[in-house]
């Protein structure tokens, strides 16, 4: 793994205690003390019997890693990615459920990583509720609001955007940025995986990476970038093709931005 600190063009290789694992998760933040660290997760069951499971920290300042001691009671998604905010990583989160349990909804909620204490907080609720399937990512304006994009699986015509008005260690509070009827602009539902997404508050927009929408007569698929706004504005920019992945389910490459982490001038340890 390899860090690049952009500002001082600095890059620092960093092995890990064990093998990287396909479905890790990691996550960059610092403590109160402006330390860097670096969080890697993995939890996950590949087949029946076959788990998958680890949660430990790299300080920057030791070049080191340490074991965290985490029992979780939630599930992150091995494609949702986590967004940085005054250092820590917030998280969408669903309670864990066993392999055999049956179920058609369970809770959903905001989890967050605080890189001072090493351990994930208690839970955040959402403005929504999520059913499976259904299209969550998460940004950040100007690492002081969060912003999530929510796209129904039941009426996919749909989109909000919500922000965060008040976010604290124990409590949020949001409102809605944009409600669009996406029916007449793409017709389709943003990837599960996909729709990573910032927002310009004061032009009232916001722009979704995303692929074209899947067609059986069509075997290539373009990168694109939907910037979507107020009374219907929407432009779709292409990105370019998408790079294929191979089969056996036509995985492509999703386009993804980071809107959120802001670099300071702190001197990474080697």
Same mark, same amino acid.
């Given at each position: 793994m390899t860090s690049l600190k952009a500002v001082r063009c600095q890059t620092v290789r960093i092995q890990p205690r064990n093998s990287f694992h396909r479905l890790d998760r990691?996550?960059?933040?610092?403590?109160?003390? !402006?330390?860097?660290k670096i969080l890697r997760f993995v939890d996950d069951h590949l087949a029946v019997g076959e788990h998958v499971f680890g949660y430990e920290i790299y300080d920057f300042s030791s070049s080191s890693w340490r074991v965290l001691d985490v029992t979780p009671d939630w599930d992150i998604q091995f494609y949702q990615r986590g967004v940085?905010?005054?250092?820590?990583?917030?998280?969408?989160?669903?309670?864990?459920?066993?392999?055999?349990?049956?179920?058609?909804?369970?809770?959903?909620?905001?989890?967050?990583?605080d890189f001072s204490t090493e351990r994930f907080e208690p839970r955040l609720?959402?403005?929504?509720?999520?059913?499976?399937?259904?299209?969550?990512?998460?940004?950040?304006? !100007?690492?002081?609001?969060?912003?999530?994009?929510?796209? !129904?699986?039941?009426?996919?015509?749909?989109?909000?955007?919500?922000?965060?008005?008040k976010i604290e260690p124990s409590a949020v509070s949001?409102?809605?940025?944009?409600?669009?009827?996406? !029916?007449?602009?793409?017709?389709?539902?943003?990837?599960?995986?996909?729709?990573?997404?910032?927002?310009?508050?004061?032009?009232?927009?916001?722009?979704?990476?995303?692929?074209?929408?899947?067609?059986?007569?069509?075997?290539?698929?373009?990168?694109?970038?939907?910037?979507?706004?107020?009374d219907g504005y929407f432009k779709p920019?292409?990105?370019?093709?998408?790079?294929?992945?191979?089969?056996?389910?036509?995985?492509?490459?999703?386009p993804l931005v980071c809107p959120s982490y802001a670099p300071s001038l702190v001197q990474l340890y080697n």
């Amino acid at each position: 793994m390899t860090s690049l600190k952009a500002v001082r063009c600095q890059t620092v290789r960093i092995q890990p205690r064990n093998s990287f694992h396909r479905l890790d998760r990691y996550a960059l933040g610092y403590d109160k003390n !402006r330390n860097h660290k670096i969080l890697r997760f993995v939890d996950d069951h590949l087949a029946v019997g076959e788990h998958v499971f680890g949660y430990e920290i790299y300080d920057f300042s030791s070049s080191s890693w340490r074991v965290l001691d985490v029992t979780p009671d939630w599930d992150i998604q091995f494609y949702q990615r986590g967004v940085s905010l005054n250092g820590n990583t917030y998280f969408f989160a669903q309670e864990k459920i066993t392999e055999d349990g049956e179920y058609e909804e369970f809770e959903d909620f905001l989890l967050y990583f605080d890189f001072s204490t090493e351990r994930f907080e208690p839970r955040l609720p959402l403005p929504f509720h999520f059913y499976v399937l259904e299209t969550v990512s998460l940004s950040s304006v !100007r690492d002081e609001q969060l912003a999530v994009l929510y796209q !129904r699986l039941d009426s996919y015509e749909i989109l909000d955007i919500w922000l965060t008005t008040k976010i604290e260690p124990s409590a949020v509070s949001w409102s809605m940025f944009l409600k669009l009827d996406m !029916r007449p602009l793409t017709g389709f539902q943003f990837m599960v995986d996909g729709g990573s997404f910032f927002i310009d508050e004061e032009k009232k927009v916001a722009v979704v990476f995303d692929l074209t929408k899947h067609k059986q007569t069509v075997t290539r698929r373009y990168q694109t970038a939907y910037i979507i706004g107020q009374d219907g504005y929407f432009k779709p920019v292409s990105l370019g093709e998408a790079p294929y992945l191979g089969d056996p389910h036509e995985l492509y490459c999703l386009p993804l931005v980071c809107p959120s982490y802001a670099p300071s001038l702190v001197q990474l340890y080697n």
